[in-house]
């Protein structure tokens, strides 16, 4: 059951994630709009969407600057590290290895 719970989260934070970088980049494109804050699209990476951060760093090509945002992508594969720790910690616990 946590197992199915968060692979829940981790879906849905990083398809928000990557939707949030989707329109984050098309409003700077279009330099009109509203753009959403770094810190925002940061805690989302960091709340469960490592892996829609690194689908809009590396695909989108959004905040990808190696010298001015080099911290999103040490947040987006930190993020990514931690949620995979997490998912071995999970399955280790429902198949009784712990």
Known sequence: ML???YLLWIG????LCALAFFADKRAAI??????IPE?????????G???GGLFGIFCLRHKCNRRTKFHFRA???????????LLCLILAKEEGFL
Do not use: E, H, K
């Open 49 to 51: 969407g490592g892996f």
């Open 39 to 47: 810190i925002s699209l940061l805690a989302l990476m960091s709340l």
């Open 12 to 15: 849905i934070a990083s398809a």
């Open 75 to 85: 947040v987006a594969v930190l993020s990514c590290v931690v949620q995979t720790g």
């Open 30 to 35: 279009r330099s009109s709009g509203r753009r």
């Open 3 to 5: 197992l199915r719970v």
